[in-house]
Each structure stands twice: as structure tokens, then as C-alpha cells.
């Protein structure tokens, strides 16, 4: 399989994925660290693909999601976006929704 048939594979069959610098329990920016808490507060599993692994990842989910930087957060297949608009979506309860997470606290 190809990388790019990989990633959208990997997004079709993940409910939530991060593609990330590092890994959830090692985030290697700020970015990736922001988003990964955010997750967490909700306690979601996701599953994390490091794109320091291979730089290719980088060009091929771009190429893909036509979003330039990372991290990508994928819910249900659709790119919600990288950090700013993760912590937007969080402040504002939009995510808490997307994630299904409305009736708990």
C-alpha cells in the first residue's frame, strides 16, 4: 500500500487520529502538546502518527487534506484543523459535541 492510500486509510478507520511531531505521550512542539491535551481532557483514544517518522507523511497528508502544517486533527474523516482551531472548537464547546462528549463533565 502507498503512503498516501495508507494515510486515508488510516483516516476512514480511526474515529479520531492526530497527525502530530511526536507521539501522545511524548508530543515533540507546543502545537502537537496543545492538541493532545485538549484530547485528553475529554478522554478520548486516538490514534497518533508521528510525522517526524518519515517526512514524507508531511507531503502526502498535505497533499491530501490541501492543509500545510501540522498538526491535523481528523474526527470522523473530516479535517477539523490544527491547533488554533482545536482550542477554538474546545473554548467554544464545538468539539465537545463533535466528539460526542455533550452529557459528560
Known amino acids: 500500500m502507498e503512503l498516501k ?10 474515529p479520531v487520529i492526530l497527525y502530530m511531531k511526536g507521539t501522545q505521550d511524548m508530543p515533540m512542539c507546543g502545537f502537537s ?16 502518527v508521528n510525522v517526524l517518522e518519515n517526512p514524507e507523511i508531511r507531503v502526502k497528508l498535505s497533499e491530501y487534506s490541501n492543509w500545510p502544517t501540522i498538526p491535523q486533527l481528523f474526527i470522523n474523516g473530516e479535517l477539523i484543523g490544527g491547533a488554533d482551531i482545536t482550542v477554538e472548537m474546545h ?5 465537545k459535541t463533535l466528539l460526542g462528549k455533550e452529557n459528560t463533565d
Open 33 to 48: 502538546n496543545s492538541v493532545v491535551q485538549v484530547l485528553s481532557q475529554y478522554g478520548v483514544e486516538f490514534k497518533d
Open 91 to 95: 473554548n467554544s464547546g464545538e468539539l
Open 5 to 14: 492510500e495508507q494515510i486515508i486509510n488510516d483516516i476512514k478507520n480511526n
